[in-house]
């Protein structure tokens, strides 16, 4: 009886090992990946995506962000006219019946954007939407578009603008990019100040605090859905935490004029983004940071690294504060995935999908779905690069990468023996659409 009872035993733990051994994840593809992505792809185009960023716009529009590129500013190969893809972008979208954009040709297709500018309505943009088979898209704007339809776009606002409320003749100065961005922030804050019938500054900290909390309020009532900071491009993510005394009295004695010192205004910039932090927890507003590569000719790589947020990030007091770090923090994209181990951490590909061709976002979205796949969202960044290459273009180009590549991130998963097809299915809905839906407290 005790050897059957051993045999039995033994036998079991045999049958375990085999599946524990069949269970584990090989290093290597099987021969079949090739299959296994087409059979994925094609369940990848038909999930609707939730864009979480975007500047969807047309290229007159001033509107269409709180920033502005430098003249002359480097471009990244895949973005520049040359590229083929924008060609296929365009015959996919409006059967472009050319094969460049050579200016004579590429006149038809700012002809046809234009007179749809001209129309009016928000029909076109809806319709560049669902030729994409996106179904809603948040857009990063100064104020929403009335082209724009509030029911698939939704609104990002700025609020870099309340950094610098003072003298910023030293900062222009600074560099050629500052020159073209001060200016900018300067302008929308005369925005908010008007918008909340002001004639100028607050006399005390306390009435500039009552300012920004209320202006955050109305942007929401105005359907404001996060708000961003572009505040890489203008100084360090490391924020500190000053006391209140001291911005008080900064701000005391430059409100009425005076250029600070360079600490004595990162000190103020640094109080007012926790007031401005705190407020977002309390109206439950996701807030948006810039936290990658940038353009222009001074954008600072360190400064911009997205590890310098990790002392906010991981606060208790802004436990309550869902924090979407957008651009994958390229090129610090493994550093990226592992801030969203927080519980209120998030990221997502935008800027990254047209930077880079899928092949490399692929092995970016392979590492991210290996670790935490709750935490990542589709994002496209459309942007409007000239008259010809506009935001449509790159709309396309980043949805058409996204879903190549996390069909072949995810194929290789499960040809390595990762999960199943069904469960590469339900990580990819996540990917293009769940995650941000589940955010923004939209329904599925």
């Given amino acids: 009886m005790k050897s059957l009872i051993h045999f039995g035993a033994a036998l079991l733990l045999t049958l375990a090992g085999k599946a524990t051994a069949h269970a584990q ?31 969807a716009t047309f290229p007159d529009d001033s509107d269409m962000d709180a920033m502005a590129s430098p003249p002359g500013e480097s471009t990244v190969m895949r973005l520049r006219d040359t590229n083929p893809e924008f060609v296929a972008a365009a015959k996919a979208l409006f059967g472009y019946p050319f094969d460049d954009f ?41 104020a929403l578009a009335a082209y724009l339809d509030p029911q698939r776009f939704h609104w990002v606002f700025f609020v870099d603008s309340f950094l610098f409320a003072f003298d910023n003749h030293n900062l222009i ?36 605090e009552v300012f920004l909390r209320q202006t955050l309020a109305d942007n929401q009532k105005k359907g404001g859905v ?23 009295a900064i701000y005391a004695q430059y409100r009425a004029g005076g250029v600070p010192s360079e600490e004595d205004y990162r000190t103020f910039q640094d109080y007012i ?41 991981r606060d208790p007091r802004y436990s309550n504060v869902n924090f979407v770090l957008i651009h994958g923090g390229y090129p ?11 519980k209120n ?39 409007p690069f000239n008259d010809a290459v506009g935001a449509e273009e790159t709309f396309w180009l980043a949805a058409r990468s996204a879903r190549t590549a996390v069909a072949a991130a995810l194929a290789e998963l499960v040809a390595e023996g990762a999960f199943s097809e069904e469960k590469a299915v339900e990580l990819a809905r996540l990917y293009l659409h769940d995650n941000a839906a589940k955010l923004y407290g939209e329904k599925k």
């Fill in 25 to 55: 994840a090989k290093p290597l593809p099987s021969a079949d990946v090739q299959r296994i992505y087409d059979r994925l792809l094609k369940q990848v185009d038909q999930i609707p995506i939730y864009d979480n960023h975007s500047h």
């Fill in 102 to 142: 050579k200016p004579g040709h590429a006149k038809w297709l700012v002809d046809k954007k234009k007179a749809a500018e001209a129309a009016g309505g928000t029909a076109y943009w809806d319709s560049i939407l669902d030729k994409m088979n996106i179904e809603t898209c948040l857009a990063n704007r100064v």
């Fill in 173 to 208: 100065a600074k560099n050629g990019d500052m020159a073209v961005y001060i200016p900018l922030q300067e302008k929308v804050l005369q925005r908010y100040m008007k918008q909340e019938n002001m004639n100028g500054l607050p006399a005390d900290l306390a009435g500039y």
């Fill in 226 to 248: 996060a708000m961003k900071f572009e505040a890489a491009y203008f100084r360090t993510l490391y924020f500190r935490d000053p006391s209140r005394e001291k911005a008080e």
């Fill in 273 to 313: 983004f926790r007031v401005l932090i705190d407020q977002a927890g309390k109206l439950k507003l996701p807030v948006h940071f810039h936290s990658a590569v940038g353009i222009g000719d001074y954008f600072s790589l360190r400064n911009g690294n997205p590890l310098n947020l990790e002392n906010v990030l």
């Fill in 332 to 342: 610090y994209t493994l550093d990226m995935i592992w801030l969203t181990a927080a």
């Fill in 345 to 383: 951490v998030y990221t997502d590909s935008s800027l990254v999908g047209y930077y880079v061709y899928p092949s490399e976002l692929k092995s970016i979205l392979k590492q991210w779905i290996s670790l935490y796949p709750e935490k990542i969202m589709f994002g496209s960044d459309a942007f």
